[in-house]
């Protein structure tokens, strides 16, 4: 795959807005976030102190791919049922704030707006954990006349899409006689229709589309040809190979968890597209996410594998955060970046790291800060590093950049440049982030960032510190670590420097 990621990251430096329309089940989620700290004295179940000022509305099914799509850079255009209610309303106004055009989303009044609501307890008040979901929807098929009209309100934008993103939770928007009318007449235009299909027995409604995009589970249910605990790749070669041929596709992508996509083309042999290994905080939004970035891919001529290859990136990011996060185009390009170049993958500038620590604090994880030279590293920065890590849930390490050291160790350092600290840094499981800085302190990172715990070695005092009256009027919380002496650079240099005498 080497070839394919350096030809993917060469068609992407010519990447540009495209125009997509998104149809089927739209979705309001609420997130009811809350402390959940005993449990109920007349009934074994924890009880969940909610914080109404914590509430939050997000884009759920077809909205959240129509964000994801946002976020990649297109230009949405959202078609679907929304009821005649207050989440209705919500919905919608959720769409146009992010940019997308709602003006598809008509009212039904006989059902309501699909609403998911979940309520999340805050474990030790940082830990946000889903208990329990509620869902207000109809699965009833559309009304005939609804069904119409939804069909021609969507019909003369089709000459003005790339892309169309069929996405069905089966709620009754994506009927048989809907899916087959629209398929066709995006055909008859050569507009691509890719589907990412509901959990159904039957997947007939889908013929004639571009692409198909479900996991393994809903391709054994969809062909029935379910062998228990078999995930061989020939099993799953085979899962492909029927739905292609029984639904006309040009494409079927078949996700497979941390496996990556097993693809297979019409006229090709099926193969996996491997992705890299993740830590999995939250599965929910990667199916939408891979349903986006393909339609994305798709909509740059990318071919089927360099399409399935930015759609693993994509969702391997989204499983990183909790809930369903819209994953921006240059974090996506700056990962595959990074999987070509392995030292990117924990470097940000300023600017991106403020992004991705506002993402961090509104899953309610506690952001670490630490900075130093990291001259010579040796076992006792790794000790250091690790326990900083220990103090919460992200570290963030700054290094200072050559200048900086020469001029607080004196001429002949650093011995190593900032390039190679920073490689040897990023192998290091416990540190999250990198960022350099060429100030002689860290006082404007600080104020921007303003984490959490503040860490330093246990050579400093407090009141020693560059940054004390900084910490002192953020109020941030510092936290100094057990002095380990003997294990500075500087002794470590001397000890080299006199070994070599000898």
């Known amino acids: 795959m080497t070839s394919t990621l350096t030809n993917l990251l060469s068609k992407l430096r010519d990447y540009q807005p495209f125009s997509v329309m998104v149809v ?18 007349d009934a074994p179940v924890p009880v969940l102190r909610v914080d109404q000022k914590r509430t939050r509305h997000q884009a759920g099914g077809a909205a959240n791919v129509a964000l994801c799509l946002m976020a990649l850079l297109g230009k949405v255009k959202c078609f679907g049922i929304k009821g005649h209610d207050e989440a209705g309303q919500n919905l919608q106004a959720l769409l146009r704030s992010a940019g997308c055009d709602a003006d598809g989303l008509i009212t039904d009044p006989g059902r309501p707006t699909t609403v998911k ?44 899409v790339q892309v169309v993103c069929l996405e069905d939770y089966n709620k009754g928007v994506c009927s048989e006689s809907f899916c087959r009318e629209l398929i066709s007449h995006c055909r008859a235009k050569g ?11 039957d997947y007939s409604k889908y013929t004639g589309a571009t692409a198909i995009t479900p996991n393994r589970t809903e391709a054994e249910r969809a062909t029935k040809w379910d062998t228990p605990l078999d ?14 041929e029984r639904l006309d596709l040009d494409a079927v992508v078949l996700t497979l968890d941390k496996q990556g996509a097993l693809l297979h083309e019409r006229g090709g042999d099926p193969i996996i597209v491997p992705t890299i290994a993740r830590s999995v905080y939250d599965v929910t939004g990667a199916g939408d996410v891979v349903l986006a970035a393909l339609a994305a891919g798709r909509a740059h001529q990318l071919t089927w594998v360099e399409s399935v290859v930015l759609a693993n990136a994509a969702a391997g990011l989204e499983v990183e955060v909790f809930g369903a996060q819209p994953i921006p185009f ?13 030292k990117a993958r924990k470097m940000r500038t300023l600017t991106e790291l403020l992004l991705e620590v506002e993402d961090h604090r509104e899953a309610g994880r506690t952001v670490v800060f630490t900075n130093g030279c990291f001259d010579v590293i040796h076992a006792g920065h790794i000790a250091y590093l690790r326990e900083s890590r220990q103090q919460g849930d992200v570290l963030i390490v700054a290094v200072n950049s050559d200048e900086q050291v020469r001029e607080q160790k004196g001429d002949g350092r650093p011995i190593y440049g900032i390039d190679d600290r920073m490689d040897i840094l990023a192998e290091l499981q416990c540190v999250d982030y990198l960022i350099e800085f ?54 470590v240099i001397k000890r080299i420097a006199r070994a070599a005498d000898v």
């Open 24 to 41: 089927g089940d739209f979705m309001l989620d609420e997130m009811v976030y809350g402390a959940a700290e005993r449990l109920s004295p």
């Open 117 to 160: 609501r979940s309520l999340i307890g805050l474990a030790q008040h940082r830990h946000p954990q889903k208990m329990f979901r509620l869902d207000q929807e109809s699965t009833d098929p559309l009304d005939n006349e609804i069904q119409q009209q939804l069909l021609q309100l969507i019909l003369p934008h089709l000459d003005s």
């Open 191 to 201: 507009v691509q229709v890719l589907v990412d299909p509901a959990s159904i027995d």
């Open 231 to 244: 995930s061989s790749q020939v099993h799953q070669a085979g899962l492909a190979i029927q739905l292609l």
């Open 330 to 342: 240059n974090q996506v390009h700056r990962e595959l970046q990074a999987q070509a170049e392995p």
């Open 438 to 491: 060429a100030q002689p302190t860290v006082h404007d990172l600080l104020r921007a960032i303003q984490p959490e715990v503040y860490v330093k070695g246990g050579d400093y005092e407090p009141g020693a510190i560059n940054e004390w009256d900084l910490i002192q009027e953020l109020g941030l919380e510092l936290r100094i670590l057990a002095h380990r002496p003997g294990l500075g650079s500087t002794d």
